[in-house]
């Protein structure tokens, strides 16, 4: 899977959000090591701070299946069903769930529009001096 391919998954993710405050709907897609493609999309709440990225919906849903090693996710993101003309970055929080599970100067964040791949970063980038696992185990 290439990440054009994985951006068409976001796409698809996506369409599943629910959003009802906000009109904000992003859709991820989350490759793993050997190949497969866990989607999510976000999903709003009315008391709103349960609300779930999108990001971490497909972060959560490869865990709990037993997936533990990624390499990339790629995330879409604008109002409602319009067709998403600028990239959408990862929020904090969700930055912080993927320093979990991944590598920071390896995994990558692939950011998409509706022509396909727009921007790519590795975790890293996005999350200087991040704290992980590594920090409480000493490295
Ligand atoms: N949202 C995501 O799904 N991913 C992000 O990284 C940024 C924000 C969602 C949360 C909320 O449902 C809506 O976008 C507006 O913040």
Known sequence: MNDQELVACALHARKQAYT?????TVGAAL???????YEGCNIENAAYTPTNCAERTAFFKAVSEGARAFTAIAIVGGYDTSEPEQVCAPCGVCRQVMME????KRFRVVLGTKDGVAQTY??????PCGFGPGTLSGE
């Open 20 to 24: 009802p405050y906000s009109h904000w």
């Open 31 to 37: 490759l793993t090591e050997d190949g497969t493609v």
């Open 101 to 104: 599970f991944c590598d920071p």
């Open 122 to 127: 590795t975790l890293e980038e996005l999350l």
